[in-house]
């Protein structure tokens, strides 16, 4: 499975913007599939998850409210939709995607560990 993200550019505080994460197609419903962020010198991070068996989905805090993750059918896409912008959103998203039977869920979506598919990442930059 080979996961790449496009959608990454500069933008102003207050923009939207949305990244695409294209190879999920593939995955069955027992997929687990996020988008993590990670800037120099800080540990990746979790922004928000998806289970593709339920729709099921979970956020950070930093992003709640304001960016919304989807399954685009018609482009077989994971998408993230990101609304008002701030500077501190400025990083390195990535895609990433595991199956996730028996560990998914509210308290360890955002467990790096469990992905083992990933995208190469694509720079979002706020400014």
């Known amino acids: 499975v080979q996961l790449v993200e496009s959608g990454g550019r500069s933008v102003h505080a207050g923009d939207s913007l949305t990244l695409s994460c294209f190879g999920v197609?593939?995955?069955?419903?027992?997929?687990?599939l996020s988008w993590f962020r990670q800037t120099p010198g800080k540990e990746r991070e979790g922004v928000a998850a998806?289970?593709?068996?339920?729709?099921?989905?979970y956020y950070s805090d930093s992003v709640k409210g304001r960016f919304t993750i989807s399954q685009n059918r018609a482009k077989g896409t994971l998408d993230l939709q990101m609304n008002s912008l701030k500077p501190e959103d400025t990083a390195t998203y990535y895609c990433?995607?595991?199956?996730?039977?028996?560990?998914?869920?509210?308290?360890?979506?955002?467990?790096?560990?469990?992905?083992?598919?990933w995208g190469q990442g694509t720079q979002v930059t706020v400014s």
């Open positions: 197609e593939s995955l069955n419903t027992d997929y687990s």
């Open positions: 990433a995607a595991a199956l996730g039977v028996g560990w998914f869920g509210p308290t360890t979506w955002d467990s790096k560990a469990r992905y083992y598919y």
């Open positions: 998806l289970y593709r068996g339920n729709g099921i989905t």
